[in-house]
């Protein structure tokens, strides 16, 4: 499996009279992109607007981020499973617009009123501290704003959002169709130097089984209760991976980040120089008895084993006690003998004093943190709100006050930013000790 | 961490978790093994005869843990195994 990445790099948005890319400028025609997607009836506006990086812009209600591909070569098309056939992707040719991404909001209650399935509130700055905590604030961003009919289900309004801002992404990305890009990168697997390490990366993943959507989904298959099992890396970037599209929690990576998931393309960039990337395992982890998640932990690293690793990164999605099921993996496999680095962010409370992680075992000798997802953060008033909030709720139990969506806002944790957690390593992180 | 500021305060506590190994490395004085994380205290899979018998072994456990004098983290183990 031999995939071609081929990037158009963007570097502004402007509105035109049809789509078009062309000297790093995306023109978009606002006007086609609202009527293809008001042929769905469940929509009953749609409007978009564009953002830059250093805009004095808040965007709230943000769902999903999705940056624009499509596929020139090779079976199957983009998410397959959600706007095509299943088709098995990562070979071929893939065309796609860097430093730019879809924003989609979406007004949404839920029928879900408390507990982990209930709304939040997602907001992103494009400025200020706002934006340094978050990745996606360095995108030029095309954000997708839609009111949708009132009384729909958890599972409607995520197919509804999550088709209108695959299918816009999507379409953008046509407008390439037949361009020189600025760059091709290469992914393919093999051509192991013997004298390497052979190193997979553990993509620990927290779904749901109770909550109307898994979390994750592969070929848009929910991921419930769920052995360990081998993806080939390439898959990622052709978008087998689709999240919950009514829901932006910032410790559950989106599209965007399964898209460009730091660790499959660090490991690929090292390939046959560092170490030989031999491939991904998906591990389902939250099992809701420590019976579950030892299972899991030792199938895990016997499937690791039997592959013939060396080492493996050790990467996971969500929060809670899924954690156990991670730490547990860390053990089975240096047990095995397989070197593990355990990629997480830590915990340490708004002050910093509290612990940082949930859990712990001796054999987890190499943790790479990516910072910390609580800690204080002041956000100044925004000139302009963009999404569909003017009022949002800072906490998220049932009848929580209501904030002004354009004001000052103070927030004691990192999840309400949408990109605000980073999961796994996108960022630089400098730590100074005090 | 109740249950540690419980003991403090010179109240015995029994700690009922389904995840006891994070309950253990937190220093909790007794503790008691629970079913899973959404139902501790009993299995709504279960027969409700069964459910029953398991409910009353959890919390029988838990009040003699209760009663034990422990001078460390002790775990205790219901007799809860049931063969899926």
Known sequence: MVLEMAEFPVTGIQPGAKIVYEAGTLRV???????????????????????????????????????PRVKVSGAGQVFP??????????????????????FVTAEYEGTVRAGLAVQRHAILDMWGAGAEASRYSRLHGLVVNLRLAKGLSELQAHTIIQRAAY????????T?????????????????????????????????????????????????????????????????????????VGYFPITWDWQNHPLVLGLYREHRKRLNFAGVILERIRYETFHGKEVVAQHTANMASQLGADAALIAWVGSGNAFVDVMLTVRACERRNINTVLVTYEYGGKDG????????????????????????????????????????????YPGAPL??????????????????VDNWGQENWICNAY | MISKELDRAGFPVALISAMYPVAEQIGASRI?????????????????????????????????????????????????????
């Open chain 1, 81 to 102: 499973g959600v706007l095509g056939a299943v088709e098995p992707v990562g070979d071929g040719r893939t065309h796609r617009l860097s430093g730019m991404a879809v």
């Open chain 1, 29 to 67: 025609d606002r006007q086609e992109i609202v009527d293809s997607i008001l042929q769905e009836t469940r929509i009953e506006a749609a409007w978009l607007e564009i953002v830059a990086p250093g805009d004095h812009a808040r965007i709230t209600g943000i769902r999903d981020v999705v940056e």
């Open chain 1, 403 to 420: 904030a002004s969506a354009r004001g000052a806002l103070t927030l004691d944790a990192r999840d309400m930013i949408v990109g605000g």
């Open chain 1, 176 to 248: 390439t169709i037949g361009q020189e890009p600025r760059h091709v990168e290469t992914f393919a697997l093999g051509g192991a130097d013997p004298a390497l390490p052979k190193v997979f990366l553990i993509q620990g993943c927290l779904t749901d089984s109770h909550n109307p959507h898994t979390g994750v989904s592969y070929y848009n298959l929910p991921i419930r209760d769920s052995l360990a099992t081998l993806i080939h890396p390439n898959e990622f970037f052709d978008g087998v991976f689709s999240v919950n599209a009514t829901r932006c």
């Open chain 1, 167 to 174: 299918e816009t992404a999507k379409k953008l990305a046509e």
């Open chain 2, 32 to 84: 008691v093994k629970a079913v899973a994380i959404p139902h501790p205290c009993g299995d709504p899979s279960l027969p409700a005869e069964m459910d029953r018998a398991l409910r009353r072994e959890i919390v029988t456990s838990a009040l003699k843990a209760l009663e034990t004098e422990v001078e460390t983290t002790t775990l205790f183990a219901p007799k809860m195994a049931v063969s899926s």
């Open chain 1, 353 to 396: 004093i509290d612990s940082p992680l949930l859990f712990y075992v001796p054999e987890a000798n190499a943790v790479a943190s990516t910072g910390s997802r609580d800690r204080w953060i002041e956000l100044p008033p925004a000139e302009k709100l963009i999404g569909p909030y003017e009022e949002i709720q800072i906490l998220s």
